[in-house]
């Protein structure tokens, strides 16, 4: 099997890459569709995993004919300092907990808390002791890349810690969605039923992908509601408040608002900074403290890319032999994301859109309460992403005098750290519009 996959990837990679990172690894085992590969070292394991997982992954689908998952493993005779915890991949396979596949990576430990995940990690560490009593569903929002998935699979870590017998289902909504279309073709709904009720702890990530899926929405209404009469806890991620997922039944997004909607926010400087720190340490990296600097600061809203500027930078300095400086490091890291990628006319756009207001409405005068909100929120938003001057976002919304625009900007900023409502609409605004501009 090794060999073929490697016949594969040695004509999809180039050279240097097979020969660097391919050609060191080597096959484990493979049991049940499950690859597990050896890598020389805890480095090339992470970098096989961020960068190369799907190569081979796909390469492996070839050979045996069916889809296949990899792991990967750092060869036995690396010692592992005592500061890492042991990391699960090393060790036997964990049985399979009902199917919910976690990376093994994502727990409580390994979370950095900031300011701005304090509060969905606290209630994510309530949910977890005590599943099904405080906040259920937990609703977890926020950007791409800020850690939903790693706060929600935490969660599913620490009841398996503390109950090896508990039922956790881990799932994806396009996973979900899939199952249920296989389900109806194989004629065995009741089996996917049966599976998805019973569980104890129903972890279903990026629920955002279920807008406009009637069939999808109306089983996991009945999933839902089974698993929360029975007492059963349910968290759900996703990228935007339930109330901005366009197409989503008004029964489901009063259910997803039955207990608490949390959220994360972009990190700061500091929060980062530790991210980084806490990554190197588990990876056995050494980083001076000027190149966490300088790449914390070059990436400031996606975890994701902040920890592949890091796994970049290590690869960097270890493949061309140059000393970890901020002038070394520099030309491999991309330039920091413009403020001008995001248009006016999509600001405009997407406030009608989620606002439910009309261009005119809001170039209009009307004063009624709706209307004005969105207005304020537009003036916002083009004073946040735009350049345009005071007296040009006037313009643009019908001709207001500067005054006003800075009036309701003052406004939005006060409304959001009065009223929670504000301040998630806000959030779920600027995650679309910064997800759109990518
Ligand atoms: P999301 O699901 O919100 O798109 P993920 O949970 O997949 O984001 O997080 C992206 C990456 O960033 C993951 O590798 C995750 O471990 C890491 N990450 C996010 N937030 C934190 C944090 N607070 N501390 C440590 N790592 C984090
Ligand atoms: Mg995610």
């Known amino acids: 099997l090794w060999d073929g996959i490697l016949g594969h990837l040695k004509e999809r990679l180039t050279r240097p890459t097979f020969e660097t990172w391919i050609k060191p690894a080597s096959a484990q085992r493979f049991e049940e569709d499950r690859l597990v590969i050896r890598t020389p070292n805890p480095f090339a394991r992470s970098w096989l995993q961020q960068h190369y997982a799907g190569a081979i992954a796909q390469a492996g689908e070839q050979v045996v004919g069916r889809p296949i998952h990899v792991d990967f493993v750092v060869s036995d005779h690396v010692e592992e300092t005592p500061k890492r915890v042991p990391e699960r991949e090393s060790a036997p396979p964990a049985p399979s907990n009902n199917g919910a596949s976690l990376n093994s990576k ?121 698993l929360y009469e029975a007492g059963k806890q349910i968290v759900i991620a996703s990228d935007r408040p339930p109330q901005l997922i366009p197409h989503l039944q008004e029964r489901l997004s009063s259910r997803f608002s039955m207990g608490l909607i949390t959220d994360i926010q972009q990190p700061d400087l500091e929060t980062r900074m530790a991210i980084l720190q806490k990554k190197a340490e588990y990876e056995n990296m050494f980083v001076p403290q000027e190149v966490i600097h300088h790449i914390a600061s070059a990436y400031t809203s996606n975890i994701r890319e902040l920890e592949g500027a890091l796994i970049r930078a290590v690869a960097y300095v270890s493949i061309s032999g140059l000393p970890m400086t901020v002038e070394t490091i520099s030309p491999i890291l991309s330039p920091p994301r413009t403020r001008g990628e995001i248009t006016d006319e999509a600001i405009l756009d997407l406030v009608c859109n989620e606002m439910k207001v009309t261009l005119e409405d809001l170039r209009s005068e009307s004063r009624r309460r709706d209307i004005s909100q969105a207005r304020q929120m537009c003036m916002y938003l083009l004073r946040k992403y735009t350049d345009l001057s005071l007296p040009k976002i006037g313009q643009a919304l019908g001709g207001k005098d500067h005054t006003t625009v800075l009036y309701a900007i003052d406004k939005i900023d006060q409304s959001r750290s009065r009223d929670p409502e504000v301040q998630r609409l806000l959030n779920g605004l600027c995650n679309r519009l910064e997800a759109d501009a990518r």
Do not use: W
């Open 106 to 226: 994502y727990t409580f430990s390994r979370f950095v808390v900031g300011a701005n995940n304090r509060m969905a990690h606290a209630t994510a560490l309530a949910v977890a002791e005590m599943p099904g009593c405080n906040y259920n569903p937990l609703f977890l929002c926020g950007g791409v890349g800020l850690g939903k998935t790693h706060l929600m699979q935490a969660i599913g870590h620490y009841r398996l810690e503390s109950d090896p017998k508990t039922r956790i289902a881990y799932i994806s909504t396009e996973r979900f969605t899939n199952e249920l279309i296989e389900a109806i073709r194989r004629d065995s709904m009741q089996n996917f039923r049966e599976h998805y009720r019973r569980v104890d702890l129903l972890m279903i990530d990026d629920i955002q992908f279920i807008e406009g899926k009637e069939y999808t929405q109306e089983e996991f209404f009945h999933t839902f509601n089974a």
